[in-house]
Nanobody
């Protein structure tokens, strides 16, 4: 059974950094493009970043460009989201997904607050 599990969320002060991980099991992630999404309270889910299957094409939403970096290690069946210069508006539940098959993780909370 395909499964995605996110980890690495937490609470940080503005300007801080976090790295999220998304580990796949039950399937080989190297065949698929993957995405990070986030959803803040009362807001719609939005795509934060995506990465192609081999990791050489990446896209970001405008508000995180230059601050977030998506990467993947297919040997470890894992995708990452390095987040720096975090802002209060980055507070949300972050999800990883495989869009082709609509696989989703359970989400990990990121809270940016002083």
């Amino acid at each position: 059974q395909a499964r995605l599990v996110e980890s690495g969320g937490g609470s940080v002060q503005p300007g801080g950094s976090l790295t999220l991980s998304c580990v796949g099991s039950g399937f080989i992630i190297s065949a698929y493009a993957m995405r990070w999404y986030r959803q803040a309270p009362g807001k719609e889910r939005e795509m934060v970043a995506d990465i192609n299957s081999v990791g050489n094409r990446k896209n970001y939403m405008d508000s995180v460009k230059g601050r977030f970096t998506v990467s993947r290690d297919n040997r470890k069946n894992t995708m990452y989201l390095q987040m720096s210069s975090l802002k209060p508006e980055d507070t949300a539940v972050y999800y990883c997904a495989v869009p082709l098959y609509d696989y989703w993780g359970q989400g990990t909370q990121v809270t940016v607050s002083s």
